[in-house]
């Protein structure tokens, strides 16, 4: 049953990702991906992981595609316009695909459905990710809000307009 | 929550995810599509730690993502303000166009 | 899980549901009694005995308008739009417990829609989606007014889910636990033999923090400039007209019971009170009925507010959100922090 959901959740991720990659407006290829992300979150659940799914909803869907809605309606961006480009692109592109999605089923086949289900099942707790996070990884955590604070400035500055300064 | 879900499937998805965000990278033209498969394929990353984390009974899988998704927000609010720069004096995200460095 | 297991979910779920749904009514006849008290007019006393049915009319009259669609509007945006909004209000109150234990049927239901492990964290992320909600109702409409509206609206929304997160942060730190029951649980003791031990009383600072945010989350008066009619028509729903307008007051009003209930659940003590001990069924019911005076007094605080203060100017919003409400709730989390570390919570 949860299998069932699982593949549902993944059955409809990849599909409005695929819809993202192909629709030419982007605006509604943003809101195809906030659906795709909704699907992977419901995965994420599915996988023992509440907690990553809720953080999912909240800043992947709810927080960066938001900040990538507000630009693109601000700057008016259009619909993506047929081009002049060469077709020797467009069909390395699509060789280049085609193989890399061979090698990856052939390592699948090969490798990944063997590993085994060691260990039990996992509880949906948040305590003992907190107790985890703030042991081993205090340090990456103290980074990371110093790459917060970084990206925050960064973003600040380079979006000002220049003022002949 | 059952961690019921067998690791082949999650694997797949992954993988289904992450060849869709590469063929979005390779065969989009605007920028921001472009911004946007790159996101796909990262999340593609995530369910596969997230889905190892839960065949192993370990938690680390769960920080792992914990971390990336916080560093993605850091890069796409920087990317967003490059682009926001970039379309001030371009006026287009065709990244055909965006070639002052080519030779 | 047998069919009275269904049952038995089905009805605790469906049930707060239905009693929000026509609750929502009676607050728009209050609101605009309320209106009329403190501007000192009568407000609809026309239709029934004290203006009673006016709700019911209005919605009659909502079914019956006609439905524009704009001409260049993105018709599937623009018609999911007020669905999103509504949605993202209503199934808010899945995670709020609305009442002690009830032992019923052979076992103790929990009156609570879903009592997830990530309680708190669960209406942060839907809060987060009714972004949407707004965002695409302004864009859809292809109107600029509604653009600007929309985009105006859903910055001050996130603006000030990060002042109202942290505050709860406060809350979440002093109970250890991101369950709302744990979080009830956590307040039902008593200080000194009389004081209740509601997080409002060590935690007012964030109380404030929190239930100011809440006002523009809602987009309520002192913050609903992104809707307010001499700026900018009507904001994100200027275009809509009958029952997707409706759809869009009606998201409004569950906001504000959603808003209030998880103020009194976080703050309040939610279904508790001091010194009660709720058992068997006559328990349960009492503590269903304290959550809803409780949550009953916040939305008339809300209505209060809103015909007395004047609102701010958008530039005024948006810097009370982040140079004065964030630092507060910082604070506000450092209080509590220092307050656990010397053991008085």
Not at chain 2, 72 to 79: F, H, L, N, R
Not at chain 3, 210 to 225: H, I, W, Y
Not at chain 3, 317 to 343: D, E, F, T
Request: aromatic share 12%; hydrophobic share 60%.
């Amino acid at each position: 049953m949860e299998r069932l959901v699982f593949d549902a959740a993944a059955a409809l991720t990849i599909l409005f990702a695929g819809l993202m990659v192909m629709h030419p407006h982007p605006v509604k290829s943003v809101l195809a991906l906030v659906v795709s992300f909704f699907g992977l979150a419901v995965c994420y659940v599915m996988l023992s992981a509440p907690f990553i799914a809720a953080i999912q909803v909240i800043v992947y869907a709810g927080a960066i595609l938001v900040l990538f809605l507000f630009v693109l309606m601000l700057l008016n961006v259009g619909e993506e316009t047929r081009g002049r480009e060469r077709p020797i692109q467009r069909w390395l592109s699509a060789a280049a695909l085609l193989v890399f999605a061979g090698l990856l089923l052939g390592l699948l086949r090969a490798h990944g459905a063997s590993a085994p289900l060691s260990f039990g099942p996992l509880s949906g707790d948040v305590a003992p990710l907190a107790r985890l996070l703030f042991s081993r990884y205090l340090l990456p955590f103290e980074a990371l809000s110093v790459l917060l604070l970084a990206a925050l400035v960064g973003a600040f500055v380079l979006a000002q307009r220049e003022k002949g300064a | 929550m059952i961690g019921s879900i067998p690791l082949g499937d999650v694997l797949l998805a992954s993988g289904a995810l992450f060849t869709i965000g590469l063929a979005g990278a390779l065969l989009r033209r605007s920028a921001i599509s472009i911004f946007l498969s790159t996101e796909v394929m990262m999340n593609a990353a995530n369910l596969a730690l997230i889905g190892y984390g839960s065949a192993m009974g370990s938690r680390e899988g769960q920080i792992i993502v914990f971390f990336i998704i916080a560093i993605a927000a850091a890069e796409a609010s920087v990317g967003l303000a490059i682009f926001v720069a970039l379309f001030r004096h371009k006026e287009t995200i065709d990244v055909n166009k965006i070639n002052l460095l080519k030779w | 899980m047998s069919a009275v297991d269904w049952l038995i979910l089905a009805l605790r779920v469906l049930i707060p549901l239905g009693v929000i749904l026509t609750v929502v009514p009676m607050l728009g006849w209050a609101e605009r009694r309320g209106a009329g008290l403190i501007q000192d007019r009568p407000g609809p006393n026309r239709v029934g005995p004290y203006g009673l049915l006016q709700l019911p009319v209005d919605a009659v009259k909502f079914f019956f308008k006609e439905d524009v669609i704009p001409a260049n509007s993105d018709k599937v945006l623009y018609v999911l739009a007020p669905g999103i909004a509504v949605f993202a209000a209503l199934t808010t109150f899945a995670v709020i417990p609305y009442g002690a234990s009830l032992p019923a049927a052979g076992r103790d239901i929990p009156l609570i829609g879903a009592d997830l492990s990530i309680g708190v964290l669960y209406v942060f992320a839907l809060t987060s989606l009714s972004v949407y909600g707004i965002v695409l109702a302004g864009w859809a409409s292809n109107n600029k007014f509604s653009l600007m509206g929309g985009l105006r609206s859903s910055a001050q929304i996130i603006s000030y889910e990060l002042a109202m997160t942290t505050a709860a942060a406060g809350v979440i730190l002093s109970s250890s636990s991101l369950r709302l029951p744990d979080i009830i649980w956590a307040q039902e003791r008593l200080w000194l033999g009389f004081l209740p031990r509601w997080n409002v009383v060590p935690q007012f600072l964030g109380f404030v923090v929190f239930f100011v945010s809440a006002f523009a989350e809602t987009n309520r008066v002192p913050f609903d400039l992104p809707e307010a009619d001499a700026e900018l028509v009507g904001g994100y729903h200027t275009e809509y007209s009958a029952m997707k307008f409706a759809m869009f007051m009606m998201a409004e009003y569950v906001n504000i019971v959603v808003a209030c209930a998880l103020t009194v659940t976080l703050y309040f003590g939610g279904w508790s009170l001091p010194g009660f001990h709720p058992e068997g069924i006559v328990g349960a019911i009492v503590s269903i009925l304290i959550f809803s005076a409780k949550t009953l007094f916040f939305v008339l605080v809300f209505i209060w507010v809103r015909w007395t203060l004047p609102r701010f100017r958008y530039d005024q919003l948006m810097r009370i959100g982040w140079k004065a409400l964030l630092p507060l709730a910082l604070v506000n989390l450092l209080w509590v922090a220092a307050l656990i570390l010397v053991r008085w919570i």
